[in-house]
Nanobody, 122 residues
Framework: QVQLVESGGGLVQAGGSLRLSCAAS????????MGWYRQAPGKQREVVAT???????TYADSVKDRFTISRDNAKNTVYLQMNSLNTEDTAVYYC????????????????WGQGTQVTVSS
């Protein structure tokens, strides 16, 4: 079993910055993707950014040019640098790991962190 622990959330004024971290207790060797998702009150959870084990990244249109996802494979940690925050970024941010595994066949196992609150005040 893999545990994901997020940190770095908090309260920030609009225009400010925060850096989220997510540490995985372990990551198996092989292909995996780590990502950040968020869920605002009354809304569905949405993807914010993802990064593969080879370093390929994707971003939601709403955060492009403001957020940067990165990872330190030696520390099993993924980061989300969030700049130019606005009130629409207020949400609980979740870390997710999709780990490709093999047990006679390939499949993907997904793990979630417990979430960290980000609140942006106007």
């Amino acid at each position: 079993q893999v545990q994901l622990v997020e940190s770095g959330g908090g309260l920030v004024q609009a225009g400010g910055s925060l850096r989220l971290s997510c540490a995985a207790s372990r990551i198996m060797s092989g292909i995996n993707t780590m990502g950040w998702y968020r869920q605002a009150p009354g809304k569905q959870r949405e993807v914010v950014a993802t990064i593969t084990s080879s370093g390929n990244t994707t971003y939601a249109d709403s955060v492009k040019d403001r957020f940067t996802i990165s990872r330190d494979n030696a520390k099993n940690t993924v980061y989300l640098q969030m700049n130019s925050l606005n009130t629409e970024d207020t949400a609980v941010y979740y870390c997710r790991l999709d780990q490709r595994q093999y047990n006679g066949y390939y499949y993907t196992k997904t793990y979630w962190g417990q979430g960290t609150q980000v609140t942006v005040s106007s």
